[in-house]
C-alpha cells in the first residue's frame, strides 16, 4: 500500500493550492483519508478528513471554511483545496489512510496505518 502526496508549494499569503493523495496497492473504498500537517517545531496536528465511500467531511477548526477535502473518483485521488492560505499554515502536509478509524478518531493520528511521504507547503507573507 502506498500514499504519494504532492501539490505543494510556495505561495503567497492570500493565496491557494490543492494538494494530491494518490493511494493505490488495495481497494481504498471503506477507507478513511485524511491530510495531517507538521510545522516545524511543532506536534502532526489533524486537518481533514472523508470516508471513501462517504460524503462527509470533517475539519480542524482552523482550517474550517478555508480547506475543502474530496475525493476524485476519476483520478482516484483525494484532494486537499487550500484557499485564504496564512504563514500559519506553512508545513509539511501528510496523507493517511485507515479503515479501521471512525467517526470518533478520524482526527487522531494513532488511528491511521498507512500515510504518504508529506508534501512541504510554504506560505510567505
Known amino acids: 500500500v502506498q500514499l504519494q502526496a504532492s501539490g505543494g508549494g510556495l505561495v503567497q499569503a492570500g493565496g491557494s493550492l490543492r494538494l494530491f493523495c494518490a493511494p493505490s496497492g488495495r481497494t481504498f473504498v471503506s477507507y478513511w483519508m485524511s491530510w495531517f500537517r507538521q510545522a516545524p517545531g511543532k506536534e502532526r496536528e489533524f486537518v481533514a478528513a472523508?470516508?471513501?465511500?462517504?460524503?462527509?467531511?470533517y475539519y480542524a477548526d482552523a482550517v474550517k471554511g478555508r480547506f475543502s477535502i474530496s475525493k476524485d473518483n476519476a483520478k482516484n485521488t483525494v484532494d486537499l483545496q487550500m484557499n485564504r492560505l496564512t504563514p500559519e499554515d506553512t508545513a509539511a502536509y501528510y496523507c493517511a489512510a485507515d479503515r479501521r478509524t471512525s467517526v470518533t478518531d478520524y482526527w487522531s493520528q494513532s488511528q491511521y496505518e498507512y500515510w504518504g511521504q508529506g508534501t512541504l507547503v510554504t506560505v510567505s507573507s
Open positions: 472523508v470516508k471513501w465511500g462517504g460524503i462527509r467531511t
